[in-house]
């Protein structure tokens, strides 16, 4: 694994043709923008992992409760108003 420090408006290639640019950096936030070929899928890590929990929910063939536990620390994650307290009735406010 490469680490490198960058900061607001520099950049990184990989390979040929893909660049990462940071964007901007709030607190502990970072806004990256990248550049890729279409054919190259560009996916957040939450979701790869909820693909591969509901693919192996799928060929187990758990029940769905289960699935939703493994799915839960990525819901509770999620920031707006689809998160609302009214959508989401387990979900305390701070």
Known sequence: MLILQRKAG???????????RVVSVDGTRVRLAISAPEDVPILRSELVTAT???RDS???ESAPAELLDLLG???DKREGPACSPQTHPQRKED
Do not use: K, Q, R
């Open 10 to 20: 520099e950049s990184l290639v990989i390979g040929e043709d893909i660049t990462v």
């Open 52 to 54: 591969a929990a509901n």
């Open 58 to 60: 799928a060929m187990e």
């Open 73 to 75: 620390g990525v819901l």
